[in-house]
């Protein structure tokens, strides 16, 4: 039986048509994150509110939130809203509203534990002081909870980057949409999906081991 022979050819002639798609994908996965950062505070402070009721939907939202598939919410959002609402989405306003309401309900936990991670002290000391609740927790609590969220932040955008090679169910012209598309031109999936996988894996590595290196920095800042 004769060994498989790697097509180096279509690599070197479609790579550049994959790097543009990889630009989109982190666009996307940029955005998403950016609607998660918003969604996943907003989430975590109703979760942590004085009233039960708030508490109570924040609770439930998030937990309905991570319970359903990206997959499932990509097609909620592009094709559910437009034929249920009439509200319209592009391609990427839908990809990217799917990963930032996917990736908002991971950071609603990962928000409410930098807040809870900051010493009540600090939210009496200024209460006592006159300093009004807004101003206290932008100015002192918000700034110290940063230096617990940044880290696992990051893993969650790996988790959205890894995410986002879904997106191109719904038409976006990904790097995975274009290694699909143009191997079903030129019938070679093996050469075209290795390189997009080794591309991921090298991006995600690189993102994890920024990470690490973040949380143990900031770690050691915390202890001095």
């Known amino acids: 039986m004769n060994s498989y022979k790697f097509d180096w050819n279509v690599i070197d002639k479609y790579f550049p048509e994959l790097i543009r798609g990889l630009g989109i994908t982190l666009e996307i996965s940029l955005v998403g994150m950016a609607i998660a950062l918003v969604f996943g505070l907003l989430l975590a402070m109703g979760r942590l509110s004085s009233m039960r009721f708030i508490r109570t939907v924040a609770n439930a939202i998030t937990q309905l939130f991570r319970s359903i598939p990206l997959f499932v919410m990509l097609f909620w959002v592009y094709y559910g809203l437009s034929l249920k609402f009439h509200i319209l989405f592009t391609e990427f306003q839908a990809g990217a509203l799917a990963l930032g309401i996917t990736g908002g309900a991971y950071m609603a936990e990962v928000f409410r534990g930098g807040l809870m991670a900051v010493d009540p002290g600090q939210r009496e000391a200024a209460m006592a002081m006159g300093i009004s609740r807004g101003t206290t927790f932008s100015h002192v609590i918000f700034p110290q909870a940063l230096r617990v969220v940044i880290p696992p932040s990051v893993n969650v955008y790996v988790g959205l980057l890894k995410g986002a090679t879904i ?12 290694a699909q598309y143009v191997s079903l031109q030129t019938f070679t999936p093996f050469e075209l999906y290795s390189v997009a996988g080794i591309i991921f894996v090298a991006l995600t590595v690189s993102i994890s081991g920024f990470a690490w290196m973040l949380e143990r920095r900031l770690g050691r800042g915390r202890s001095d």
């Open 167 to 178: 997106v191109s169910v719904i038409g976006v012209s990904d790097m995975i949409y274009v």
